[in-house]
């Protein structure tokens, strides 16, 4: 609907869209997806390679011990994506089997968050 305020009155029209544009575009439901992801992409100080390789095991573990919905059958990668001067750069992706509109992937996405941060807490103590 296509809403249009003239004078203070508000007005609704339908929407229309030609079918050539639709027939191009992938629309998605989301309400019926019922499997998640979380991504996110860390900029830590480099310590070294050990350190590094030592972090990324890290993380995973945390993830998928705090986290019992974790999709097998999707990617499930913590890398490492870039080495810029003193810094690297780390992306995380992980997918579960909890639908994205819901309270339960906002509490998963804290967990994972939260797993994320108990991996560099311990990664930082042991500098």
Not at 41 to 68: A, H, M, V
Not at 77 to 94: A, H, M, P, Q, Y
Request: proline share 5%.
């Amino acid at each position: 609907m296509d809403r249009r305020d003239y004078g203070g009155r508000r007005q609704f029209r339908d929407a229309h869209f030609p079918h050539s544009t639709l027939a191009k575009t992938q629309l998605v439901n989301m309400t019926r997806m019922q499997d998640s992801s979380v991504s996110q992409t860390l900029l830590l100080p480099n310590l070294g390679p050990n350190k590094i390789i030592s972090l990324l095991q890290d993380i995973g573990i945390e993830i998928r011990e705090s986290c019992p919905k974790v999709n097998a059958q999707q990617p499930f990668r913590v890398s490492l994506t870039d080495l810029s001067g003193d810094n690297v750069e780390i992306s995380i992706e992980s997918h579960f089997h909890i639908p994205r509109l819901s309270d339960e992937y906002w509490e998963n996405r804290q967990t994972v968050l939260m797993a994320v941060n108990r991996a560099i807490i311990k990664y930082n103590k042991s500098e």
